[in-house]
Structures are given as C-alpha cells and as structure tokens.
C-alpha cells in the first residue's frame, strides 16, 4: 500500500510527525506522498519527506491559494522540482465550491502549473471540485505533454470518472468512498476504475472512514488507515485485497517513478 495523499504539514499534525510516519509504516503502509498545497507548504512538505525514508512530496499551489501565484511561484516550484523528494507539480487545479480564490485566478495558476509540469517531464497531482468541464478543456492542450497525472480524491459522477479516464488520468480513492451518506455513488462506479488506473489515499487527517470501528478518538484520519480504505475498495470492486495493494504500488510506482 502506497498512500498517494498525505497532508503532513497539517496544524493537525505538528506535534506527532514522527508518531504519524510510524504507525503507518507498522500498518503496512509501504510509502507516503506528502501533499504540498502552497508553496510554504510544498516547502515544508519537501523538508519531511526528506526526514524520513519512502517518503516523497508534490510541490503546487492549490486552487484555494490561487491569488498567491506570481510569476516567482513559478521560480520556486522550478528550485523545488530540483530536490528528488518532489515527484509531481501540484496540488493544483479548479475549485468552484468555495472560490476562495477567483477562478480567474484559479485558471491562470493551474495553467501554469500544467506548462512547468510538460516542460520538467514530470506527473500532475490534480485537485478539481464543482469544476469539472472547465478542468478539462483546460487540461485537454496539455494532456499529450504531461508525464502523467492524477485527480486525487476523486468525488465525482460515473460520466465524469469516464470523461478522465479517457483522457489518461489516474484517479485517487479516499476514505469518501466509505461514506454511507454520499460515498454510495463513489461506490458503485468503482469497478469503471481499471486496475492499472487506481491510486489510493488518505487525505489525511480529513475524510477518516466513517465505518471504521472503533472509531479513533481523536477523529483524526492517518495514513496507518489506508488499509481500511484499500479493503473496502476491494470489496466493492471483488478483487482480492492483496492483488489490489499490488497492482496500486506498481501504479505509484509507473506514475511517479519512485522505488520502495
């Protein structure tokens, strides 16, 4: 198991990284990547990756913070990339639920993150939310010059999953899909997900299971959950959970090109 989605750099997070790091590692999880969702963030998130072993990072902005982007976050993704902890641009994307940035803003940072993704040969990590056709005719000139990409925590419609798919991308399975409240399309449109397509994660410490029992105390999710999320997937999918973990680390490891 290889947790795709990790946000370490969480205020949640800052007083047990090395805690966090280990239980996962004890529950079987085999490698983590580390979210960077700013560029403090992506700084932060290359520094531990960095710390601990079969750990790596992504390095983006995130459509929340799009109204940061300048032509110096560029620069620094650029120095960023340069560090062999970072394995993906992003998270970066369209996020039209909040709009916490203008997606005017949103447009021009994903863009460019997409075009410094093509020029250093190197996947996208993906975020998209109440978006979904002006995410692909934004990503559609860059689909044939990007390395790979994933959407992670993918939430959408069955069209939608076909409508990436399609398109080459990898999508990213959270503890969402463990939701009876409205995990239960999620759930059923699993089995469109071919095999080699299927990435998994947590998103921690948001999106815990909400059928795990006992639930944690602390309603904290952690990556040391995966296994949960990764034999629910296979239950619903009637796939054999250990066939499943492997064939999503040979995914992590086609898609980013690391070695664990």
């Excluded at 239980?23 to 960077?36: E, H, N, P, S, W």
């Excluded at 709009?99 to 993704?117: G, H």
């Excluded at 000139?141 to 069955?158: E, I, M, N, Q, Y």
């Excluded at 492997?246 to 980013?256: G, K, M, P, Y």
């Amino acid at each position: 198991m290889f947790d795709i989605g990790l946000n370490l750099t969480s205020p949640q997070f800052a007083n047990d990284h090395d805690d966090v790091v280990a239980r996962a590692f004890a529950a079987g999880v085999k490698g983590l990547l580390l979210t960077g969702t700013n560029l403090h963030e992506s700084e932060h998130a290359q520094a531990l990756a960095k710390e601990y072993e079969r750990c790596w990072s992504t390095a983006g902005v995130h459509p929340h913070d799009s109204s940061q982007w300048t032509d110096e976050s560029a620069e620094t993704l650029y120095k960023l990339a340069k560090n062999e902890e970072v394995v993906a641009i992003g998270e970066c994307g369209l996020d039209f639920n909040r709009n916490f940035s203008t997606p005017v803003e949103q447009e021009a940072a994903f863009t460019a993150q997409l075009a410094i993704a093509a020029e250093l040969e190197m996947p996208v990590f993906m975020h998209c939310r109440d978006a979904h056709e002006r995410f692909l005719t934004l990503l559609e000139p860059w689909r044939d010059k990007l390395h790979g990409a994933v959407l992670h925590c993918f939430t959408g419609s069955r069209q939608e999953a076909v409508e990436c798919l399609n398109r080459g991308l990898y999508l990213g399975i959270t503890g969402w899909v463990c939701d009876e409240r409205r995990g239960i399309e999620l759930r059923e449109l699993l089995p469109v997900i071919p095999a080699d397509r299927l990435l998994v994660e947590t998103d921690a410490p948001y999106l815990l299971p909400r059928d795990m029992k006992p639930k944690p105390a602390s309603r904290r999710n952690e990556p040391a959950y995966l296994g949960h999320i990764v034999e629910r997937i296979a239950h619903w999918r009637g796939e054999d959970r250990q066939w499943l973990d492997a064939q999503t680390d040979e995914n992590v490891r086609r898609l980013f090109g690391v070695r664990f």
